[in-house]
């Protein structure tokens, strides 16, 4: 029992694998307003997107109306069999937009998951996040 509790209490904490970006803005929280809800706003996303590529996620994005950046994660069965897998990748998605967040202002963003992406480490996954956003928003500076 104390193995699991301990393993447990190190899970939680998160600073041993996430970035130091500094203090954020108070505002960075991932609110039900910054996510996709409805099969409406994802079939938006996936008409004409944006799109940037590598092993780990495919990323698309749309300009949106709004002020806000939001979020749509889908992770497949077909890619990530077990569910505890799915759940820390999407956890993980969304810490990493959390973050970031601010400089996608305006985008709607659904992120797809690969083959193989629960396999990786919890710091290459937030490192190939972090290009998605970096690239997403130059490419959308410049439009």
């Known amino acids: 029992m ?3 509790c301990s393993r447990r209490a190190g899970l939680k904490d998160a600073s041993a694998w996430l ?5 954020l803005p108070h505002t960075a929280r991932f609110s039900r307003n910054a996510r996709l809800l409805t099969a409406a706003d994802f079939k938006r996303v996936f008409q004409n997107p944006l799109k940037t590529s590598d ?4 990323v698309l994005a749309r300009p949106n109306d709004r ?3 939001r ?3 889908a992770i497949s069965k077909k890619n990530v069999r077990m569910a505890v897998d799915r759940n820390r990748v999407k956890r ?3 810490e990493s937009f959390r973050q970031r967040q601010h400089i996608l202002a ?3 963003l659904a992120v797809l ?4 992406v629960a396999d990786r480490p919890n710091r290459i996954i937030l490192e190939s996040l972090r290009g998605h956003w970096d690239r997403l928003a130059r490419r959308c500076k410049k439009s």
Do not use: M
């Open 71 to 73: 979020l749509g994660v």
């Open 113 to 116: 998951g690969r083959r193989g």
């Open 55 to 58: 092993p780990l996620f495919t």
């Open 67 to 69: 002020d806000v950046a």
């Open 92 to 94: 993980l998605v969304r």
């Open 106 to 108: 305006g985008l709607d």
């Open 19 to 23: 970035p130091d970006l500094g203090p």
């Open 2 to 4: 104390a193995v699991w």
